[in-house]
């Protein structure tokens, strides 16, 4: 559910709720106690006359993890509802068209991308819930700001909200009716990448995160030893030959877990 599709704030809040899971059944009223008002009020703004005011606009759009652009226009929106001089109404609608030509411009540059650009890879590497997130969409169930934000629970919501922002403005992932689904753009990074050692940091340090958990499924293994230089190399062969079979093994594995292999092998 993309908001610079709609023209009128309601409707896209009505449509939004709709395409939410179980159909957005207590969402209105979840939306009330955020904005600290009554699920009367936020009633009578989706169906009747009254109008959200400016602050409990932020408000909606920081609840439902609308992006800094897409929340700019929510709020023009609601702006634009509440004017009433000809000349105020005309200047909201100007600058809500200019805002859907920039999102055009975003969406147009993403459709047919295969690989992030030098400064995505900056910022796709430069965190784990980069990758966590993206990950994690593919599991059935976690496909909207709601879920993501509750499984990463020490993440806050609206860091989750520019997370997916930028996935979606990247390729990496797409939104479509409300929910957030796998893009099309690569995220592999190879050994000449200058921040292929970042991912590598990144999960290292999840790693070490996990040790302390004490999950009865997770996997760690430091074995230092002395052996041979011929051992050493049959062992590395067959490390890459295991990372190899893994590798297709994944590609048709049913998602429904998140997993990481270090060599360490936990659950995040």
């Known amino acids: 559910m993309w908001v610079v599709e709609f023209t009128n704030y309601k409707e896209f809040l009505r449509e939004l709720i709709k395409s939410l ?11 009330a106690r955020h904005l600290n008002t009554s699920p009367i009020v936020v009633s009578e703004i989706l169906n009747q006359e009254r109008q959200l005011t400016l602050d409990q ?32 109404k005309a200047y909201l609608e100007i600058k809500l068209e200019k805002i859907r030509g920039e999102a055009r411009k975003i969406k147009a540059n993403v459709v047919g991308k295969e690989y992030l650009s030098e400064m995505e890879f900056g910022v796709f590497y430069s965190n784990w819930y980069y990758t966590a997130v993206s990950c994690l969409i593919s599991i059935k169930g976690f496909q909207t700001i709601d879920a993501i934000a509750e ?18 403005a990247s390729g990496v992932c797409k939104q479509e009716g409300g929910h957030i689904l796998p893009g099309l753009t690569s995220t592999y990074v190879a050994e000449p990448n200058p921040y292929v050692n970042n991912h590598r940091r990144n999960w290292r340090l999840k790693a070490i995160e996990a040790f302390s958990k004490h999950n009865s499924e997770s996997i760690h293994i430091s074995f230092p030893v002395s052996l041979s230089a011929k051992d050493s190399e049959i062992f590395r062969k067959e490390l890459v030959e295991f990372v190899k079979s893994f590798s297709k093994r994944i590609v048709p594995s049913p998602e429904e877990k998140l997993m990481c292999l270090n060599i360490d092998w936990f659950e995040f």
């Open 21 to 31: 899971p179980k159909h957005g059944r207590g969402k209105a009223s979840a939306l």
């Open 57 to 88: 606009a932020i408000k909606t759009a920081e609840f439902f993890g609308l992006s800094e652009l897409e929340a700019d226009y929510f709020l023009n929106m609601v702006a634009l509802a509440r004017a009433e001089s000809k000349e105020l």
């Open 151 to 168: 499984y990463f629970s020490e993440i806050p919501k609206s860091k989750i909200a520019e997370v997916v922002s930028f996935l979606v």
